[in-house]
């Protein structure tokens, strides 16, 4: 019983114990304040620790910091300083908008990256972004001449880097320095939404680190990346283009290895098809060179490289300093943005050279522009425009039509007198030529349209291949209008043909066929053959065969767009033509004009007067010939 009330005891000591252990736990504990002061103290002490851990590892290797200091200064010199800083590394500082992503070494201080967001390469599945810049495809570097003769490379040297912001403005600086206050400045500005960057270059107290006296050599280089499903087509786009001596533009030969040189350049732009890399200068560079290789031994087989670009330009040295304000553009090959910049870009664009360059930027790119942005899908886009372009080259189509038809009504009365005066060409000649005039026909009428559609057709040519927003849009069975549209892959690679089939080039051709038939071939059947002259009756038939398949040759890599465009054009034609046969044109009509014109006295214009007076002295001499 005794032990029993000893337990309980013992139980309500050790409560009230614990109770009071309690107590003066939480009366004795730190206030908000103390707890903050404690914190900062062990903080404190932390620091110091680590502080002391840092030294005492210094302290434990300077032979091994001397030795590489010595190294740094026997191999760069003065720059030597560049390499002892802790931003001697080969990391990477990316600034990045909603439309672009670079990457800026440490190690040369250039984009070693630049991806153009919401765009993806030909393989689609992949998802693979569009990088113009990546893995060391490219460079940027400058020759620098110091004052104890040496030459130094910067895409070999280490800058430091610094990222701050302006307002909505990402700038990263980079100083190569040969001291704390001697450096090489690049700086990088990248807007909100732009594909355009600042750049600048400049020099700060290398007065006596670099010879001024002279210019430095800088160098631009890229290896142009694939990034469409036709290696050869994009391929015979991707050019180097630079502009000269106020305004004027040229480009080296996309076909074969080219280079080039020219004065006051202000831009450089290595262009791979639908996408561009664009180097501005507000300080004309007073000379360039220019080198494109093409890296594309054998269209056959899939690559990865389609030509290496180089640009080399002067930096030219102020006041013994460096300061040029310039430009990138890493981002589509896109006519509305590059010409929104005002600086000329848009002649990167291969829209063609004279007349047909303004039918594109005036005519067709507004109006294309107009029609896709119905929100209707570019394929039914094309369609639109084709019967557009179609219905506006209709009276031309009308008039070339027409006076095939007369020529046609006159092939017997033609016939006729090559027979009469088939023993003398001249007087054939002569009274063919009073038929055309009192029929008043005239035979180079058919030729005129064919001549004035040929601007149509050659801007066409240009448009669709410059046409960025058909990029990987479908139609149909194209799964990219800007490409080919495969729809049989071929086990083996024809010549000129490739090892693919493409459907609208099939259609295309088949169109083109008849339309030959219906037109070339009346064409054919009412111009009779000149003595001395080559039947052009049998080489217009032989033209309906072949050109088809030169088309189907000649279309099969190219954009599906054209091939579409083509295809269209050519039935909406065949109904033209259609309709003017059967429903507009009377050949009876035409005959009863013909006969009634015979009837009527027409002055003769000054070209045809002078025309029958030359055949007349010509008949003339070769009569006296005779009689000798």
């Not at 502009?243 to 076909?255: M, S, V």
């Not at 349209?449 to 069975?477: C, E, G, N, T, V």
């Amino acid at each position: 019983m005794e032990e029993k009330k000893l337990d309980l005891n013992s139980i309500i000591g050790f409560v009230l114990i614990s109770g009071i252990l309690i107590w003066m736990l939480y009366s004795n504990a730190p206030t908000p304040e103390e707890q903050k002061e404690k914190e900062k103290k062990e903080q404190l002490d932390k620091q110091a620790k680590e502080v002391k851990t840092v030294t005492s590892s210094v302290a434990a290797t300077p032979v091994a910091d001397s030795t590489k200091n010595a190294a740094a200064q026997a191999q760069l010199g003065t720059f030597g300083y560049s390499a002892t800083l802790p931003s001697a590394t080969d990391a990477v500082t990316e600034i990045k908008n909603e439309v672009l992503s670079l990457k800026i070494s440490n190690k040369g201080g250039y984009i070693v990256d630049a991806t153009v967001l919401g765009f993806d390469q030909f393989e689609k599945n992949s998802k693979k972004a569009v990088q113009i810049i990546k893995d060391k495809n490219a460079s940027l570097d400058i020759a620098l001449n110091t004052t104890d003769n040496r030459t130094l490379h910067t895409k070999d040297m280490y800058f430091e880097p610094k990222l701050t912001t302006e307002g909505k403005n990402q700038v990263l600086t980079l100083q190569l320095k040969a001291g704390p206050d001697q450096f090489l400045e690049y700086r990088y500005v990248l807007k909100p939404n732009e594909y355009m960057l600042d750049f600048a270059i400049r020099s700060q107290g290398l007065e006596k680190v670099v010879n001024t006296l002279k210019p430095l050599d800088l160098e631009w280089q890229l290896k142009s990346y694939r990034n469409e499903k036709s290696v050869s087509y994009e391929n015979r786009y991707t050019e180097l283009v630079f502009e000269y001596e106020d305004g004027k533009d040229d480009y080296l030969n996309a076909a074969k290895d080219s280079e080039d040189e020219a004065n006051d350049v202000s831009y450089i732009a290595f262009k791979q098809h639908l996408f561009t890399s664009i180097l501005l200068t507000d300080t004309k560079f007073k000379t360039a060179k220019f080198k494109s290789d093409n890296l594309v031994d054998d269209e056959k087989v899939d690559t990865v490289f389609t030509k290496n670009f180089t640009a080399q330009v002067p930096l030219e040295f102020k006041n013994g300093a460096l300061n040029y304000n310039m430009n990138w553009y890493y981002g589509p090959a896109k006519y509305e943005i590059l010409n929104g910049y005002e600086r000329n870009l848009d002649e990167i664009m291969p829209l063609g050279w004279g007349i047909f360059g303004w039918i594109n930027r005036y005519i067709f790119i507004p109006v294309f522009g107009f029609i896709s942005a119905l929100g209707i899908g570019y394929g039914i886009a094309i369609v639109l425009f084709t019967i557009l372009v179609r219905i506006v080259m209709s009276p031309v189509t009308y008039k070339s039509y027409l006076s095939q038809a007369k020529m046609k009504v006159l092939r017997p009365e033609i016939t006729e007198l090559n027979e009469k005066f088939k023993d003398n060409p001249m007087k054939k000649q002569q009274e063919t030529m009073k038929l055309y005039s009192k029929a008043g026909v005239n035979p180079m009428a058919g030729c005129l349209p064919a001549l004035m559609q040929m601007p149509i057709f050659y801007a066409l040519f240009q448009f669709f291949p410059s046409m960025f927003d058909l990029r990987q849009k479908s139609f149909l069975w194209a799964d990219d209008l800007s490409s080919y549209d495969s729809i049989y892959q071929l086990p083996f690679h024809i010549p000129f043909y490739g090892s693919h089939v493409s459907l609208f080039p099939i259609l295309a051709s088949i169109a083109i066929f008849f339309y030959m038939k219906m037109t070339t071939g009346d064409q054919a059947m009412s111009t009779p053959p000149q003595e001395g002259m080559p039947d052009m009756g049998k080489i217009m038939k032989i033209m309906i065969y072949i050109s088809p398949v030169m088309m189907l040759f000649f279309f099969n890599n190219y954009a599906s767009g054209l091939s579409l465009y083509y295809f269209i054009s050519n039935l909406i034609t065949i109904g033209i033509m259609l309709v003017i046969k059967n429903y507009i044109v009377d050949e009876a009509k035409i005959h009863a004009k013909i006969q009634d014109n015979k009837t009527k006295e027409k002055k003769e214009s000054k070209f045809q007067r002078k025309m029958r007076e030359m055949m007349e002295q010509a008949e003339a001499q070769k009569a006296a010939q005779k009689k000798k």
